[in-house]
């Protein structure tokens, strides 16, 4: 649809930025913080998350980047096992302290501090004893919450209860270190990560009573690779299995029929005790957290032992699954030089797609453009590429404003160069540079971009100029 007139993006829009805590604090030993699942990343050639982006120990000058580029909000994840060493035992008072000065200090600014509870980083101790597969994690992660609210609910606002649960059921290997799970036992991890989360939004409701709670899952909308009636049917069910099921869950508080179908199919039904699901439909979100880097493509299935392409793949990587669907190619879409599809008018696809399904208030919680930046000889770097990618992005957001949807902030991935979990620092993603290598960690000087400067007034005049 064509508008005569765009909508203008909303006075109080949440122009963000956004980070993780295992991929950019480091001090991974320090202060009483216990170790997590990714503790345990030691690749040979690239960065581990040790000491990352150092950003525990330069969150002050960090804070005050963010005010001078202009931030509205900042969404970031809270280390659990920096909270609670060990998951469910005695609360670090250490690591209360950092982000009470941390939200504070965002506070002082006017940056919104945008939470996100889980981001990947399960402490260790609780892997050890069954993880997300052991109901007691559910009970762990509730009493994380309570900690959470009670020290922080006064200033914090905006709370994201589990990043990218759909990518840790569809792509598990690294956060299930030493063996990866089954079908069955990942689906029993999915349900019990909707539990917690349920428990947490109800415990918010309860203890917060001006913030607003919600999931952040990786979302996109996918495209049949033809116009063949069965390539139809095989993104309907990859884009139900892999996204609605998920927000169905944090709108509706239930499973729907076709994800529920896809679970018997696969013998993968979780064990569902008396009292879940009055307490999933309890729980229920206040808006969606949205994580999009791009559409997928999908082609019916074969059903004759080729569907799936044995590939390793992070998250943006479709697979394929036997009798379901295939992974297809898209001619008219462009890719980075990491190989992840650029999609800016998918954007807008997969955000009426949701406004249409859910009617919710949207934050857009990460989307950005990894890429192997280089630090010049003046000491600039010039990312006109990570520009042009926001700016599109940017213009297809309020077209889909334009079109209705009640999308309230964009939290680009992400404010400052941090981990790639893949890709170490060959692949970075920030609008402040951070002047490290995979092994050598230099000064650690930040560096603003040019991207920083561009979005710093893309904020000043609130989107109306790009």
Same mark, same amino acid.
Not at 387 to 415: M, T
Not at 423 to 430: I, N
């Given at each position: 649809m064509y508008h005569k007139k765009l909508k203008e993006f909303p006075k109080d829009f949440l122009w963000g930025a956004a980070t993780s805590a295992y991929q950019v604090e480091g001090a991974w030993k320090e202060d009483g913080k216990g170790m997590s699942v990714q503790d345990l990343h030691e690749p040979e050639d690239i960065a581990d998350f040790k000491i990352a982006s150092d950003h525990y120990h330069h969150w002050k000058e960090d804070v005050a980047l963010m005010a001078e580029m202009g931030l509205k909000a900042y969404r970031f994840s809270i280390s659990w096992a920096r909270i609670i060493p060990d998951g469910d035992g005695e609360v670090n008072q250490k690591g209360i302290e950092f982000y009470d000065h941390l939200i504070d200090e965002l506070v002082a600014h006017h940056i919104e501090p945008i939470v996100t509870m889980y981001h990947f980083d399960l402490p260790l101790e609780l892997h050890k004893k069954g993880g997300w597969c052991n109901r007691a994690t559910v009970d762990a992660f509730e009493k994380y919450a309570k900690v959470l609210f009670e020290n922080y609910g006064d200033r914090v606002k905006y709370w994201l209860t589990v990043n990218e649960q759909n990518c840790m059921i569809n792509h598990p290997n690294a956060m299930n270190p030493g063996k990866t799970p089954t079908k069955k036992e990942l689906y029993q991890q999915s349900h019990h990560m909707f539990l917690a989360s349920a428990k947490a939004t109800i415990l918010c409701h309860k203890m917060c009573k001006d913030a607003k709670i919600g999931p952040a899952p990786n979302i996109t909308a996918i495209y049949p690779e033809t116009c063949k009636p069965l390539d139809a049917i095989a993104a309907d069910n990859w884009e139900t299995i892999r996204c609605w099921m998920y927000l169905d869950m944090a709108v509706y508080g239930y499973y729907n029929s076709l994800a529920w179908s896809y679970m018997e199919e696969k013998d993968c039904v979780p064990e569902i005790e008396d009292g879940d699901m009055e307490i999933l439909k309890e729980g229920t979100a206040d808006f969606l957290g949205v994580n999009y880097y791009a559409t997928a493509t999908v082609s019916a299935s074969k059903n004759d032992g080729t569907d799936c392409q044995p590939r390793n793949g992070d998250q943006q990587v479709m697979l394929g699954e036997?009798? !379901?669907?295939?992974? =297809?190619?898209?001619?008219?879409?462009?890719? $980075?030089?990491?190989?992840?599809?650029?999609?800016?008018?998918?954007?807008? *696809? $997969?955000? +009426?797609?949701? @406004?249409?399904? &859910?009617?919710?208030? %949207? #934050?857009?919680?990460?989307?950005?453009? =990894?890429?192997?930046? *280089?630090?010049?000889? @003046?000491?600039? *770097?010039?990312? @006109? &590429? +990570?520009?042009?990618?926001?700016?599109?992005?940017?213009?297809?957001?309020? %077209?889909? #404003?334009?079109?209705?949807?009640?999308?309230? =902030?964009?939290?680009?991935?992400?404010?400052?160069? %941090? !981990?790639?979990?893949?890709?170490?620092?060959?692949? +970075?993603?920030?609008?402040?540079?951070?002047?490290?290598?995979?092994?050598? %960690?230099k000064d650690m000087a930040r560096i603003k971009k040019d991207s920083f400067y561009w979005y710093q007034n893309v904020i000043r005049t609130n989107g109306s100029e790009m």
């Open positions: 036997e009798g !379901v669907y295939r992974s =297809g190619n898209n001619p008219y879409l462009e890719q $980075t030089e990491f190989g992840w599809i650029i999609d800016s008018v998918g954007l807008r *696809v $997969t955000l +009426r797609r949701i @406004d249409s399904r &859910y009617h919710m208030p %949207l #934050l857009i919680t990460e989307n950005g453009l =990894g890429a192997k930046d *280089v630090l010049t000889e @003046d000491g600039k *770097v010039h990312d @006109d &590429y +990570r520009i042009d990618y926001l700016e599109r992005h940017f213009k297809q957001a309020q %077209l889909a #404003l334009s079109d209705g949807v009640n999308l309230i =902030g964009y939290c680009p991935w992400a404010f400052i160069d %941090l !981990v790639s979990t893949h890709q170490g620092y060959g692949k +970075r993603y920030g609008f402040v540079y951070v002047d490290r290598d995979e092994k050598n %960690l």
